[in-house]
């Protein structure tokens, strides 16, 4: 079955930066890695960066300027460098694939998230 999984996430100082990444497989139809979100205590997930029609990118206004979405389809692996950090950035970090599943559907798959820290 399609498994989707983060990594990178970590405890970094305001102003650093880090790079998750997302391995996505299990899917004969293939899968579409389309982008990332997060969630902080408290809060509903919200969107972060994803991919949309024509390879495009879109950015929360948040993290304009900061984020960098990008992906390589040949190993299925979706990356997410974060500079600057702030600690409103704090959050787990989740990412987002979508694949057909056994019905010929197209369905939502989630990792089970990385832990990004930024302390002040």
């Known amino acids: 079955q399609v498994q989707v999984v983060e990594s990178g996430g970590g405890l970094v100082q305001a102003g650093g930066s880090l790079r998750l990444s997302c391995a996505a497989s299990?899917?004969?139809?293939?899968?579409?890695?389309m982008g990332w979100y997060r969630q902080a205590p408290g809060k509903r997930r919200e969107l972060v960066a994803r991919f949309i029609a024509g390879g495009s990118t879109n950015y929360a206004d948040s993290v304009k300027g900061r984020f960098t979405i990008s992906r390589d389809n040949a190993k299925n692996v979706l990356y997410l460098e974060m500079n600057s950090l702030k600690p409103e950035d704090t959050a787990v970090y989740y990412c987002?694939?979508?694949?057909?599943?056994?019905?010929?559907?197209?369905?939502?798959?989630w990792g089970q998230g990385t832990q990004v820290t930024v302390s002040s």
């Open positions: 299990g899917s004969i139809y293939g899968i579409d890695l």
């Open positions: 987002n694939a979508k694949a057909l599943n056994s019905l010929m559907y197209e369905q939502d798959y």
